[in-house]
Every structure is written in structure tokens, then in C-alpha cells.
């Protein structure tokens, strides 16, 4: 999921680096080997991910384990936790690439490339993406992604403070369910409508609740 929208140049969320025992400090002249090991971990965190990612599909959020995903991704426990601190961290990992265009959807009421991207891509990818936008997973993810939708919110709409992570979780749960009912009945409706939908919605949601005041003043009528 994330490869995919990562060439297709929709942004994603940057994750803090992780230093690993064997990347160490920096040497002068060793900059072939730091670039391979870079390589070597992009390539381990893949692979988690993708372990992650395939039982979920077959097992469900819940049932999925730690020692799960090392078996299945065939790498050890240190290994594991070199790269991530548990099961809530690969989610966040896997749901990166998603949760920035729906996030992003507060900003315009037009349906932009990534967002259509996004829909086109858990469509796609419809059993996985029911796995991690419903049951189990769906708290973590809204929890996600109302806090990617509340650094929008601070950046450019003036709601109270206050408001600002209630509007951002009333948002994130608005799109989530939308996602899940579609697809829970991909058939009923267009791709391009549902991206449509998604964006008018986020954007008139993030303004229903904008504080009107001295530092935000009400329209003057016409």
C-alpha cells in the first residue's frame, strides 16, 4: 500500500528515524555502506509491513500478534524492535500513506489526486483496507488520523483551541465510516464520487465550527 502511493507522489507522513546497532556513527569515507545499510532497513521495515499487512487480511487487527509478524516476516525480535515499537507502530507505518490525503481533504472542498488515489487504492486493496478502517483497528486509526487532521486544522482554520481535537476526531470518524460503508458495498457508488464526497464533507465539517470573534470575524452580509 505504501510503495504504491509513494510513487504515485501522493506525500506522506515522515516518521522519526531509528537508529539501529549496526548503522553506529557516522564514518568519514563510509558513505557506500551507510547508503546499503539504509537500504538493508528500508528493506526490513518493507517486509514487516507487508508480514503485517497480509495477516491482517487473513486473521483480522485483533487476532494479529508481534510474534506473528516477526515469523511471518522472518526476522528476529530485536530486529523487530529496532524498527518499531509494536503492533500499533507497523499500523501507523502501513496507514501512513492513507491518512495524509484524507487528512489533507480539510483544506479544499475539491477532490485532489491523492485523495482520489487513496479510494481508487482501498478499493484495490478493498479486504485489507476493511481490516484496518473497521473492527478492531478502526479506534487506532481514527486516533491516527484525527491527529494528522488536527495539525491541519491549527494551520488553517481558526477554530477555539479547544474545539480543534473535536472537530479533528468528529472528521476522522465522518471519513472512516464513509470508507467502511462503501466498502462494505464497493458496487453502489463511483470511486471518483466517494473521493468527491469525501472531500466536500471534510471541508465543510472543518468550518461548521469556526470561532467567530475579534481574532475571526463574521462575513459582513452582501
Known amino acids: 500500500m505504501e510503495n ?3 510513487r504515485s507522489g501522493v506525500p506522506t507522513i515522515a516518521r522519526r528515524a531509528r537508529p539501529s546497532p549496526d548503522t553506529g556513527a557516522a564514518v568519514s569515507g563510509s558513505n557506500t555502506r551507510g547508503g ?3 537500504d538493508r532497513a528500508g528493506r526490513t521495515r518493507a517486509a514487516i509491513v507487508a508480514a503485517f499487512s497480509g495477516l491482517v487480511m487473513e486473521r483480522g487487527y485483533a487476532r494479529v500478534t508481534v510474534r506473528d509478524v516477526i515469523a511471518r516476516a522472518n526476522v528476529g525480535r530485536s530486529t523487530f524492535y529496532e524498527h518499531f515499537d509494536g503492533k500499533l507502530d507497523v499500523l501507523e507505518e502501513a496507514m501512513s500513506v492513507v491518512l ?3 487528512a489533507d ?3 479544499t472542498p475539491r477532490a485532489g489526486e491523492g485523495l482520489r488515489f487513496v479510494v481508487d487504492h482501498v478499493r484495490a486493496q478493498r479486504k485489507l483496507a476493511l481490516g484496518l478502517v473497521g473492527g478492531a483497528a478502526r479506534p487506532h486509526v ?4 484525527a491527529s494528522v487532521i488536527e495539525r491541519r486544522i491549527e494551520s488553517g482554520v481558526a477554530h477555539e483551541p479547544a474545539m480543534r481535537p473535536l472537530v479533528a476526531a468528529a472528521v476522522a470518524s465522518a471519513q472512516l465510516a464513509l470508507l ?4 462494505a458495498r464497493p458496487a453502489q457508488a463511483d470511486p471518483a464520487n466517494i473521493a468527491c464526497a469525501l472531500a466536500s464533507m471534510s471541508y465543510a465539517s472543518a468550518r461548521a465550527t469556526v470561532r467567530h470573534g475579534p481574532s475571526s470575524p463574521s462575513p459582513s452580509p452582501a
Open 4 to 6: 504504491d502511493l509513494m
Open 36 to 38: 546499503a545499510r539504509s
Open 142 to 145: 481514527a486516533r491516527l488520523l
Open 180 to 183: 467502511e460503508c462503501w466498502l
Open 105 to 107: 481533504a480539510v483544506g
Open 100 to 102: 495524509v490525503p484524507l
